[in-house]
């Protein structure tokens, strides 16, 4: 079970903003890597992946962006907030089956 | 570049069928596991179904087990599945994403299957 707080994050613009997400099990695979990912779903969008295996952040992805963690407790950290961040956002474990999704932190602008 | 292309949605009654389609292009379609993930109006996303690369091995939520089937056409580089007895409850955005391990790479832009009578 993946479990995500907060549910609902307002921030100012420039400011930075932490969502958690934690794992009723380990995230280590056999092979030493861990497998949390997280998505960002603008609204009227699909999923896109903007970290995996913890803290790699993906091609085009802005490095105000940051995944960190171990084990079973993970942090998506934005270092300041802008206005295209808007929208919700899941960590996804892809170690146990069935993968799973955290339920989704809901990011808006105070 | 990396393109995944949902269709097949619509309004089907309760116990009906459908067949959604992803067509694929920008990559190597026979190297890549694949998925379907659903997201039910205003919740979060929902894993479905799993195939891997050569078609052999097939998983599946347990909430659709014996109702979905899901296939691939490696010549065609397309993804399917077949959702037969059908309910309210399947009514969601259906997308299609591809997996390089323990991660879903790229999504499509998703297809909606409304349930309802």
């Known amino acids: 079970v993946m479990t995500q707080s907060p549910l609902f994050l307002p921030v100012t613009l420039g400011q930075p903003a932490s969502i958690s997400c934690m794992s009723s099990q380990s995230l280590v695979y056999a092979d030493g890597n861990t497998y949390l990912n997280w998505f960002q779903q603008r609204p009227g969008q699909s999923p896109r992946r903007l970290i995996y295996k913890v803290s790699h952040r993906d091609s085009g992805v802005p490095d105000r962006f940051s995944g960190s963690g171990s084990g079973t407790e993970f942090t998506l950290k934005i270092s300041r907030v802008e206005a295209e961040d808007v929208g919700v956002y899941y960590c996804?474990?892809?170690?146990?089956?069935?993968?799973?999704f955290g339920g989704g932190t809901k990011v808006e602008i105070k | 570049q990396v393109q995944l292309v949902e269709s097949g949605g619509s309004v089907v009654q309760p116990g009906g069928s459908l067949r959604l389609s992803c067509a694929t292009s920008?990559?190597?379609?026979?190297?890549?596991?694949m998925h379907w993930v659903r997201q039910a109006p205003g919740k979060g996303l929902d894993w479905v179904a799993y195939i891997a690369s050569d078609g052999n091995n097939k998983q599946y939520a347990e909430s659709v087990k014996g109702r979905f089937t899901i296939s691939r056409d490696n010549l065609e580089k397309t993804l399917h599945l077949q959702m037969n007895s059908l309910r309210p409850e399947d009514t969601a955005v259906f997308y299609c994403a591809t997996d390089s391990g323990g991660t879903f790479d790229y999504w499509g832009q998703g297809t909606l299957v409304t349930v309802s009578s």
């Open positions: 996804m474990q892809g170690v146990q089956w069935p993968p799973t």
């Open positions: 920008g990559f190597t379609f026979s190297d890549y596991a």
